[in-house]
């Protein structure tokens, strides 16, 4: 698994370069094709892709009953707007519902727009039932968190980079050390609607809280008839090993922000779910978008659930996290800190003497691995969730030989 030719390669960089905002730092590899696990670049060198687009394609690239469904529904119908029903919707989000077991779900494009979505849900909700002083309600967050990129979600954000002129934000957010009850307890006063985390944090770095942590919390959350927001977006949909990541701890969120994986790598699907107590204090024209609920996206998110819940995606990364944590964990590396994950949610975290995490996933490309360091130390391994055991060895063979050079 070496990579042979870069011969076309240098002439897509330099046109995403010259034309493109830059915005991103992607590894130099330019994909043409992909299948499963494996993907194509426009050299021919064929790669392992070890990101999943971050987890969105947790059931592979280009699932044939994902595509099947798209392709159907392409030939019916795309588009109505919300002004019109469609016959996809409902069924959607019955089948969220069903497999998530709340009362109701409200269906959005991106990650970013279902926490939108639940913040502004949260709020209304503090106002009209819990009964919170008008302008006055706080969402309580985390440090190291990740949300999305909107200006509402980067105000909150701990990470200068992300902040660094984009000012001035929304306010009604309070930051708070992650995986500290203590903290949680403190920073509630009776203002407090909402508490928003991630069960496990994966671009601050594959960080998994205490155990323990997320029941304490929906129970102090609960005490204080305080809403407990579980962004789900990367960690839901089987990737640590569970369904949802809370599951590990028997903890059911008030409120569950899904994408990335409910779209299955083929288009942009998100929806925040609740019970009709939060849900309903939605009323025609207080919140909105012109895709969300499209026919071709539920009839997408169907099919990306399905294929979740068919083939036992959840029990499958449990099984295979387990044993390639255990693989990494053997490898002896003179650069290695800490291996840490849930399931197929993995992190490697490079020690500070041996530089950062980029130069290693470099080297991991050259041999035809496609791994993406988060947060300078830690390299992600979070492959889609159908990968075979025996291609999740041989990876282990080329990792161990990058990491112990
Ligand atoms: C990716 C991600 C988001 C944002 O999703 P987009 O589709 O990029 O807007 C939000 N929360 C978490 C935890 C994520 O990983």
Known sequence: MTRASAANTERYLQEADRFGAHNYHPLPVV????????????????FLDMLSAYSALNQ??????????????MDKLTLTSRAFHN????????ELCEATGYEKALPMNTGAEAVETSI??????????????????????????????????????SEHQYRDGFGPFTPGFRLIPYDDIDALRAAI?????GFLVEPLQGEGGVVVPAEGYLRQAAQVCRENRVAFMADEIQTGLGRTGKLFCCDWEDVRPDVLTVGKALGGG?????ATIADA???????????????????????????SLRVILDENLSERSNELGNWFMEGLRAIDSPHVEEVRGKGLMIG???????????????ALEQRGILAKETHSQVIRFAPPLVIGKDVLEDALQEIGAVLSA
Not at 266 to 270: D, G, I, K, L, N
């Open 31 to 46: 994909i043409e094709r992909a299948e499963g696990v494996w993907v194509w670049d426009v050299d021919g060198n064929k």
């Open 60 to 73: 592979g690239h280009r699932h044939p009953a994902i595509l099947a469904a798209a392709r159907d529904q």
């Open 87 to 94: 016959d996809q919707m409902g069924a959607f989000l019955r």
């Open 120 to 157: 502004k849900m949260v709020r209304k909700w503090g106002y009209k039932v819990k009964g919170v002083a008008e302008g006055r309600a706080e969402i309580i967050v985390c440090e190291n968190n990740f949300h999305g990129r909107t200006t509402t979600i980067v105000g909150f954000s």
């Open 189 to 193: 006063n009776e203002n407090t609607v």
């Open 266 to 270: 083929v288009y942009p699907v998100s």
């Open 277 to 303: 107590e939060f849900m309903d204090v939605f009323s025609p024209g207080d919140h909105g978008s012109t895709f969300g609920g499209n026919p071709l996206g539920a009839a997408i998110g169907r099919a």
């Open 348 to 362: 490697v975290v490079i020690k500070e003497s041996s530089g950062t995490a980029r130069p290693f996933c470099e």
